[in-house]
Each structure stands twice: as structure tokens, then as C-alpha cells.
């Protein structure tokens, strides 16, 4: 069974950086891409950026242009999204998504993770 | 970049009854889109992809359709466990998600 397991919550200030971390098994690891998408309290779902954890390259939204860089950790297979320069805006729920697909291409998500919520406080 | 537009915002239906959710895109995303169910506190659970192929454990109540532009999810005789927050998503380019239509008794 595919698994996605996020780091627990975080509360963090104005101005600084959070960093979400997802684990997933060798297979998902190295056949999957993985997104990221948050959800803001009330809110709809805003993709932010996708991995190939298996060759580590990213792309994101232009939106995060600046503030969002994911990394992953080959010994453990997780995937990390870390964004900087946190604005109370950003207080959300962050969810790792993977996709059946081993390329960076736009696709739809077939397993989530549990959410990690996120506060920004000023 | 296309948007995504669903209606209506909220549904009110009884158990038992038929639901219809609609999904329109701002250009033409062929047949790449997906739906999802999401529940309060919980991960969205893909229900359709490509339109009309349901995901994978998912009651044959849950009818995907459209292509293109309009796109229509029905679920045919709601059960209650079928009361959450549905949200289209196209995938033809940058994932791009609706706004979302909550379900309601």
C-alpha cells in the first residue's frame, strides 16, 4: 500500500523558513513524482511545485519563484519542501501528492499525505 | 495558465437523491481532468481521472463526464458518507485546481 507520511505541525514566525517533510517507500521513490499543493484555512487547493525524487529535479509555480526549493533524502526516501521568507498568508495545510508518472509532466494525484499544518504568526 | 471554475458553490441534496457538479475550464483541457473528494481534516481522494475513469476502490455511483471545456461529476443516489467538498482539477497543463463545490444535506 503507498504511503505518504508528513512531518507534524509547525508554527513559525514572519520572515523565516519551514521545512515539510514526506515519507515514502523506494518504490515511490524512484517511480513517482511527487507535488506539493496547500491548502489554506477555508480554502481551495493550490499546487505549488513537483519533484522527481529520483533525479531531484523541481519545478514550480511562478508564484513561489524565489521562496520554495524541494530536496530530497535518497537513504530515506523522503522529499522536502522548504519555503522561505513565510508571510501569514502562508498559513495553510501542506500535502504531498504523488503521481504515477516518472516525468515531470502535469498530472492528476492518486495518493496524498495526512497534511501538515503550517501557521505564520507575526 | 487555465483556470478552473465549479458549480455551484453549494449543494443541498437529501440521501438517496442525485447529484450534479459541474466543472468548466478557461481553454480546452482535452480529457485531463481529474475530481476528488475531500472530508474535513482529511487528504483529497482522487475519485475520477481522464474524465470518466474511476479511480481505483471507487463506487460505480461516482459518474465522471465531459470533455474539453465542461466537464459534469454525478454521483447518482448519495449515500452519507458522500456529504464533503468535491474540487475538479485539470492536469493538461500545470496542475490547476477548482474552487470547489461542497456537498450538503
Known amino acids: 500500500q503507498v504511503q505518504l507520511v508528513q512531518s507534524g505541525a509547525e508554527v513559525k514566525k514572519a520572515g523565516s523558513s519551514v521545512k515539510v517533510s514526506c515519507k515514502t517507500s523506494?518504490?515511490?521513490?524512484?517511480?513517482?513524482?511527487i507535488s506539493w499543493v496547500r491548502q489554506a484555512p477555508g480554502q481551495g487547493l493550490e499546487w505549488m511545485g513537483v519533484?522527481?525524487?529520483?533525479?531531484?529535479?523541481?519545478t514550480h509555480a511562478p508564484k513561489f519563484d524565489g521562496r520554495v526549493t524541494m530536496t530530497t533524502d535518497e537513504s530515506s526516501f523522503t522529499i522536502y519542501m522548504e519555503l522561505s521568507y513565510l508571510r501569514s498568508e502562508d498559513t495553510a495545510v501542506y500535502f504531498c501528492?504523488?503521481?504515477?508518472?516518472?516525468?515531470?509532466?502535469?498530472?492528476?494525484?492518486?495518493?496524498w499525505g495526512q497534511g501538515t499544518l503550517v501557521t505564520v504568526s507575526s | 495558465e487555465t483556470v478552473m471554475t465549479q458549480s455551484p458553490a453549494t449543494l443541498s441534496v437529501s440521501p438517496g437523491e442525485r447529484a450534479t457538479l459541474s466543472c468548466r475550464a478557461s481553454?480546452?483541457?482535452?480529457?485531463?481532468l481529474a475530481w476528488y473528494q475531500q472530508k474535513p481534516g482529511q487528504a483529497p481522494r482522487l475519485l475520477i481521472y481522464?474524465?470518466?475513469t474511476r479511480a481505483t476502490g471507487i463506487p460505480a455511483r461516482f459518474r465522471g463526464s465531459g470533455s474539453g471545456t465542461e466537464f459534469t461529476l454525478t454521483i447518482s443516489s448519495l449515500q452519507s458518507e458522500d456529504f464533503a467538498v468535491y474540487y475538479c482539477?485539470?492536469?493538461?497543463?500545470?496542475?490547476?485546481f477548482g474552487g470547489g463545490t461542497k456537498v450538503e444535506i
Open positions: 519533484i522527481i525524487p529520483a533525479v531531484g529535479a523541481a
Open positions: 501528492a504523488r503521481a504515477d508518472t516518472s516525468m515531470a509532466v502535469p498530472y492528476y494525484f492518486d495518493y
Open positions: 481553454q480546452s483541457v482535452n480529457d485531463k
Open positions: 523506494e518504490d515511490i521513490f524512484s517511480t513517482s513524482t
Open positions: 482539477q485539470q492536469y493538461n497543463d500545470w496542475p490547476f
Open positions: 481522464g474524465a470518466s
